[in-house]
């Protein structure tokens, strides 16, 4: 047999200290934060064209969306009722 404690019986625990945290500074800039937000490369921000031929799967998710759409309004139905 164990002789766990009962967790109702221990007294109640004080809040962990926070080890390691630093705060944004009083004059509001996070320098730290935002050199790390420039370190971040994302090369689709940087690519020429229009998202549409970046992403050409969710391009075309997105058509066949909208033509669906579109026949629901010209038939006068609820595409989400079917």
Do not use: F, I, Y
């Not at 625990?13 to 004059?27: K, Q």
């Not at 934060?33 to 391009?59: F, I, S, Y």
Request: charged fraction near 45%; avoid cysteine; hydrophobic fraction near 20%.
């Amino acid at each position: 047999m164990s002789n766990k404690p009962n967790p109702a019986r221990q007294s109640p625990r004080e809040e962990p200290e926070l080890a390691n945290e630093e705060s944004v500074p009083s004059d509001g800039r996070d320098v730290e934060g935002e050199q790390l937000m420039k370190e971040v490369t994302n090369r689709k921000l940087h690519d020429k064209g229009e998202a549409e031929h970046k992403t050409p799967e969710k391009a075309e998710k997105a058509e066949k969306a909208e033509k669906a759409d579109r026949s629901a309004d010209e038939h006068g139905t609820d595409r989400d009722s079917r």
